[in-house]
């Protein structure tokens, strides 16, 4: 099966200026084409995990990690802010707070943010497909002074509403948080951890 894409190209300084999304310094677009996302990051970024439904970079100063579930049948803002809540916890996070994001083009912006146990800052959103049976969570924990740019990458993803969906592509079933959650529940304590693939590991075609 063949793996997703992250299309990554540099845009220069003049050309993030003429941008929603706007930085100081030039900025790394990638684009997720399996599932027909972009979004935006801070340049000098080091890809550490990139799979079908998971890319995580890193950064001196902030780590960021994309994951995608499908939607789960029910109350959906119920059971996004309880999820939210349980993976905060999960964190140790404290002084939680209901984030106020709302990134265009989705259904809906879910979030919370706090502080970790090492005092450094985190927020965790789930945005909400308009156009796919898809949640995108994104985890960033940042060093304090970072807000800002954390919520600009936030706001940058978008989905490319003029292209049709590649459904060859999307065979690949993606986990609801509800069966991720059993998985994880039922797996042994004493399973050996999953090994982290190298960091110089290239970015697979589609």
């Not at 990139?50 to 959906?76: A, C, H, I």
Request: aromatic content about 8%; some cysteine; charged content about 30%.
């Amino acid at each position: 099966m063949k793996q997703m894409v992250l299309k990554l190209t540099t845009l220069t300084s003049l050309l993030i200026m003429l941008m929603v999304c706007a930085t100081d310094a030039a900025a790394t677009v990638y684009n997720w084409s399996r599932y027909d996302l972009s979004f935006e990051t801070p340049e000098g970024g080091f890809v550490t995990f990139n799979s079908p439904t998971r890319f995580e970079v890193q950064w001196e100063d902030m780590v960021m990690t994309v994951q995608l579930y499908s939607k789960d049948k029910g109350d959906e803002k119920k059971l996004l802010t309880e999820n939210l809540q349980r993976k905060a916890l999960g964190y140790s996070m404290y002084d939680l707070n209901d984030g106020k994001i709302k990134v265009k083009g989705f259904k809906k912006t879910y979030s919370i943010d706090g502080t970790m146990p090492d005092g450094s800052r985190a927020i965790i959103a789930d945005l909400v497909s308009k156009h796919q049976n898809l949640i995108i969570e994104i985890t960033v924990n940042y060093l304090y002074g970072n807000r800002e740019t954390v919520e600009d990458m936030i706001k940058s993803f978008a989905e490319n509403k003029k292209k049709q969906p590649n459904h060859e592509r999307k065979r690949q079933k993606v986990q609801s948080k509800q069966q991720a959650d059993k998985e994880k529940k039922k797996s042994s304590p004493d399973a050996q951890p999953q090994q982290r693939p190298a960091r110089k590991e290239k970015l697979y075609d589609a």
